[in-house]
């Protein structure tokens, strides 16, 4: 009985395979619009919170934010007297200058851009839908901090919108290791990307001076001279990092944060929590995945190699921090992504039953994400109505 209920079951999931390699393409994509809509609905539910009640008002009148003028002079002061983020909060401010439904959107929209980005990087300049949505639901259950960077409209500002910007300011150097020949289109473009991205987040600025040294060295290796594209857009990015570190407010609130003994005991204690809390189950897929790589003869890559490195590299440099919320591991995560991603990818085109076996993961992953999503969504939503719901 067992045995043919089994046969039967085989028979249904086989023939829902083949049902899905017949129509992938449009099944993919009314997957990925029916995630895109739920993905909006929960940020779009989510009520300003914290640090939003303070950067959505002018930073005298403590009224909303109603113009372009404000934000400037509420940007140049928060840089003098606050910190050096200043890309992340001019952003986060004119996002609520043009307040939800299309700030959502926007948000939204960047969450894919970004999962889109290191899926073509871990497929080496290819896209594939279906690995898109597995990065969105990676993004989402392996970020110890998912809430603080995906729908606080502040986190989602300072580290999601912020990864976009270093992502695409890195895309010439992935190019190059994967041609071992780049041209950049448009020098200035890629300059001006490199400044900004040197200004985004302290520890994936120095991580992103790391990837290019990288790359620098091995395009001299190759080639016995320096690239001058790659030398103009690190010199960029070092400026860029540079505005970030030596804001005047930085040195203004270092007067009041720990120091001395307490504050190694903090930069230890961040560093035990990120490897072995907030980081360990990204980091134990990573090992499994190199793990099953080597026992399949799957080559890893030098994009590959340069990822882990400079992931791991951004864990490290957070010991020069007095303090490390789990939200700063955003990027750690982003840039460890583009190994995990590529080597699924390259277990599943080994033969079709590992295909179908990481298909029926992604298939999982999704159905969760969108729960995961709803279920935030619909408690917001029933709170903004009135609803007695605890919490």
């Not at 999931?13 to 929960?42: D, G």
């Not at 009640?53 to 002061?77: G, H, S, V, W």
């Not at 959502?104 to 851009?113: A, K, P």
Request: charged share 10%.
């Amino acid at each position: 009985m067992f045995n043919e209920i089994f046969i039967k079951m085989n028979d249904y999931l086989e023939s829902i395979h083949i049902y899905y390699l017949k129509n992938k393409n449009i099944i993919n994509l009314l997957l990925f619009i029916f995630l895109f809509f739920v993905c909006f609905l929960t940020i779009n539910s989510r009520v300003f919170s914290d640090d939003d009640l303070y950067y959505c008002c002018n930073i005298d009148t403590k009224l909303p934010i109603q113009n372009i003028q404000e934000i400037i002079l509420f940007q140049k002061k928060h840089y003098l007297e606050w910190g050096g983020r200043l890309p992340a909060h001019t952003l986060l401010q004119f996002l609520f200058l043009i307040d939800k439904p299309l700030s959502s959107i926007i948000l939204t929209f960047t969450f894919f851009l970004l999962s889109s980005l290191i899926t073509i990087y871990a497929l080496e300049s290819q896209f594939d839908i279906k690995y898109m949505l597995l990065t969105s639901a990676l993004l989402v259950f392996l970020n110890p901090a998912f809430d603080e960077t995906l729908l606080w409209m502040t986190g989602a500002a300072n580290y999601l919108c912020m990864s976009v910007i270093y992502m695409f300011g890195i895309y010439p150097f992935v190019m190059y290791l994967k041609k071992n020949n780049y041209k950049v289109y448009s020098i200035s473009f890629s300059i001006i990307i490199s400044f900004l991205s040197g200004w985004t987040n302290e520890n994936i600025g120095i991580t992103l001076i790391f990837i290019m040294m990288f790359c620098i060295y091995d395009y001299y290796k190759t080639n016995k001279k320096i690239s001058a594209w790659m030398l103009a857009n690190i010199i960029s990015l070092i400026v860029g990092f540079l505005f970030l570190i030596f804001a005047p407010g930085n040195f203004v609130r270092a007067d009041n944060t720990v120091a001395g003994l307490m504050k190694i005991f903090y930069r230890l204690h961040g560093q035990i929590n990120a490897f072995g809390n907030w980081l360990l189950p990204l980091l134990i897929l990573l090992i499994l995945l190199c793990f099953i790589s080597y026992k399949l003869k799957i080559k890893i890559t030098k994009i590959n190699y340069m990822f882990i490195f400079a992931g791991i590299f951004s864990i490290l440099v957070m010991f020069a921090s007095p303090t490390y919320p789990s939200r700063a591991t955003f990027g750690s995560l982003v840039l460890l992504l583009v190994p995990c991603i590529s080597i699924i990818s390259k277990i599943a085109s080994k033969d079709e039953t590992n295909n179908r076996f990481i298909n029926l993961i992604i298939l999982i992953l999704y159905t969760s994400l969108i729960g995961k999503y709803l279920s935030i969504a619909l408690v917001a939503i029933a709170r903004g109505l009135g609803a007695n719901i605890p919490g």
